[in-house]
C-alpha cells in the first residue's frame, strides 16, 4: 500500500510537470482563437457577400471534421506540401506545439464565432437605435452599447467553450507533445500501470477546469449589472419596541 | 495526379473501398455511442430530478467529472485501464486472463459515457420546460409515473430536445474521430493508415475531412427535417 501511495505521487509530481505545456497550448490558442473569432463575427455581418461567404465556409469546414483530424492534417499533411517543406515556415510547421496551436485556434475560432454571433443577435435592438440616436457611430457604438450587453449575453456560452478547449489540448499528445496526456501514456510505457496514471491525469484536468469554471463564474458574476451590488440586509424578524 | 486518381479509386490499389468502409463504421460506433448515451442520459436526468438525495448527487457528480474530462483519456482509460484492472481482479480471483477488449464496443461505450453527461444535461432542461401544471393535471387524472412519462413528458421533451440533440450527435460523430487510437479501423484510422502506407498524408487527410463534412452535412439535414416534422402540429 506503500508502494502505490509512493507510486501515485511520484507520477503527479511528473504530471504536474506537463501542466504548463498544457496550459499553454489552451492561453496561446485561446487568445488567438478569440481574436479570431471577433474578426469572424464582423465578416458574418458584412455588407458585401464576400466576407460572409468566407465566414460561413470557414465554420462549416472547422467545426463539420473532428479536431484530431485537423491536427493530424496541419502536422504531417502540410509538411508534404513543397512549398511548406522547403520555405520559411517549415521552421513552425515541424513543431506540434505551433501545429496544435495552430489547429486548435481554426477550429475552435469557428465555434466562438458562432457564439458571438448569437450574442449579437440577442442585442436587444433598441439599444442600438437609441445609441444611434444619441449620435453615437461605428466604433463608439460598439464600445459603449455593443460590446458590454454581446460579453454578457456570451458569457456562459464562451466559458463552456474554453472548458472544451482545455479538454481538445489533450490531443497534442497524439502529434507526441508531452502535455498532461502525452507524459501520462510516456510514464505508462515505463510502469504498465495504467489505471493509477490515467486518473491522476483526469484528476488534474478536472482541478484546471475546474479553476478556470470559478474563475469564468466570478467574472459572469461581477458583469452582472441586474443583479444588486451588495445585498440588502435582512429585515430583523421582530423590531425592537421604541421607548 | 494519375497517381493521385488510382489510390484513391477502386482498384486494385484503391483505397475508396477501406475509406467508405470505415465511414459506414464511423457511423455505426457513433450510432451505439449516441443510443448509450440517451438512454443512460435519460436515466441520469431521472436521478437528477427524482432520485433520493445520495443518487441525485451521485449523478450531478457523474456530469462534472465526465464533463471535465478529455473524451481521449475516457478512451485511453477504458482501453488500456479496464483491463488492466481485469487482469488484477483475475489474478486476485484466479480467473482466466482476458485479452485486450473489443475496440469497437470499448470505443462505443466510452464515447457513450461522456454524451451521456451532455445528453442528461438536455433531458433536464427539456423536462423543466413542461409547465408544473400538467404533471399536476396528469395526477389529478389518476396518472401513473410511468404512464404520466409516456403521455405528457417523451411527446413534449422529445420535440424541445431534438435541435440539442442534433448538436450531440456532431459532437459525438466527431468524438468517434478519437477511437482510432484504439486501432478500430474506422474513418479517421483508415486515413491515418492509408497516408501512412502510401505517403499521401495531404491527399488522405483531405478525403477524410471531406467525408466527415458529408456526414455531418448529412446528419444535420436529417435533424433539421426530424425538427420539423416533429413540430408539425405547432405551426398555427
Not at chain 1, 474554453?162 to 481538445?168: C, D, E, N, P, Q
Not at chain 1, 507526441?176 to 502525452?182: A, P
Request: include cysteine.
Amino acid at each position: 500500500m506503500g508502494e502505490h501511495l509512493t507510486f501515485i505521487g511520484s507520477v503527479t509530481a511528473q504530471l504536474v510537470r506537463a501542466v504548463p505545456v498544457t496550459l499553454l497550448i489552451l492561453a496561446v490558442s485561446g487568445v488567438c482563437a478569440t481574436v479570431l473569432a471577433t474578426g469572424l463575427t464582423a465578416m458574418s455581418v458584412a455588407r458585401s457577400p464576400l466576407p460572409r461567404l468566407v465566414q460561413r465556409t470557414w465554420t462549416f469546414l472547422f467545426r463539420g471534421t473532428p479536431l484530431i483530424l485537423q491536427i493530424f492534417m496541419i502536422y504531417y499533411g502540410f509538411a508534404m506540401v513543397p512549398w511548406i517543406r522547403h520555405g520559411i515556415l517549415w521552421a513552425a510547421f515541424r513543431d506540434p506545439v505551433f501545429c496544435t496551436c495552430l489547429a486548435m485556434t481554426c477550429c475552435c475560432s469557428a465555434y466562438i464565432a458562432e457564439i458571438f454571433r448569437g450574442a449579437l443577435a440577442a442585442v436587444p435592438r433598441g439599444e442600438i437605435e437609441a445609441g444611434r440616436a444619441c449620435g453615437m457611430t461605428g466604433f463608439m457604438l460598439l464600445r459603449r452599447v455593443i460590446a458590454p450587453s454581446l460579453i454578457r449575453i456570451a458569457l456562459p456560452s464562451y466559458s463552456n467553450e474554453i472548458i472544451m478547449m482545455t479538454k481538445s489540448t489533450s490531443l497534442a499528445s497524439t502529434i507526441t507533445v508531452l502535455d498532461i496526456t502525452g507524459v501520462a501514456q510516456q510514464v505508462i510505457a515505463h510502469s504498465y500501470r495504467t489505471l493509477e496514471v490515467f486518473c491522476a491525469a483526469a484528476a488534474l484536468y478536472l482541478l484546471i477546469n475546474a479553476t478556470l469554471s470559478t474563475l469564468l463564474t466570478a467574472l459572469e458574476r461581477r458583469l452582472d449589472v441586474d443583479r444588486a451590488p451588495t445585498p440588502l440586509a435582512p429585515i430583523p424578524p421582530t423590531l425592537e419596541p421604541l421607548s | 495526379m494519375m497517381d493521385d486518381l488510382a489510390i484513391l479509386g477502386f482498384g486494385p490499389d484503391g483505397w475508396a473501398p477501406l475509406l467508405l468502409k470505415g465511414c459506414l463504421l464511423t457511423l455505426a460506433v457513433s450510432a451505439a455511442s449516441m443510443a448509450i448515451g440517451t438512454v443512460l442520459g435519460i436515466l441520469l436526468a431521472w436521478a437528477r430530478l427524482k432520485g433520493p438525495r445520495w443518487l441525485r448527487r451521485a449523478a450531478l457528480v457523474y456530469g462534472v467529472i465526465l464533463r471535465g474530462v478529455p473524451e481521449l483519456l475516457v478512451i485511453l482509460l477504458l482501453y488500456f485501464g479496464l483491463p488492466s484492472l481485469i487482469l488484477s481482479l483475475s489474478e486476485t480471483f484466479g480467473w482466466e486472463a482476458p485479452g485486450l477488449p473489443p475496440p469497437f464496443l470499448i470505443g462505443s461505450v466510452s464515447v457513450g459515457l461522456v454524451s451521456a453527461a451532455y445528453q442528461a444535461e438536455i433531458f433536464r432542461g427539456g423536462v423543466g420546460a413542461i409547465p408544473r401544471g400538467q404533471f399536476e393535471a396528469a395526477r389529478a387524472m389518476g396518472f401513473s409515473d410511468l404512464m404520466c412519462f409516456h403521455r405528457i413528458v417523451l411527446p413534449q421533451v422529445a420535440r424541445v430536445v431534438l435541435p440539442a440533440l442534433g448538436n450531440v450527435w456532431q459532437f459525438n460523430l466527431k468524438d468517434s474521430a478519437l477511437i482510432a487510437v484504439t486501432g478500430l479501423s474506422e474513418l479517421m484510422r483508415t486515413s491515418l493508415v492509408a497516408a501512412g502506407s502510401t505517403r499521401h498524408p495531404f491527399l488522405f487527410f483531405g478525403v477524410a475531412m471531406a467525408l466527415y463534412l458529408v456526414l455531418t452535412t448529412l446528419s444535420s439535414t436529417a435533424f433539421h427535417y426530424g425538427g420539423r416534422y416533429s413540430n408539425r402540429w405547432d405551426r398555427g
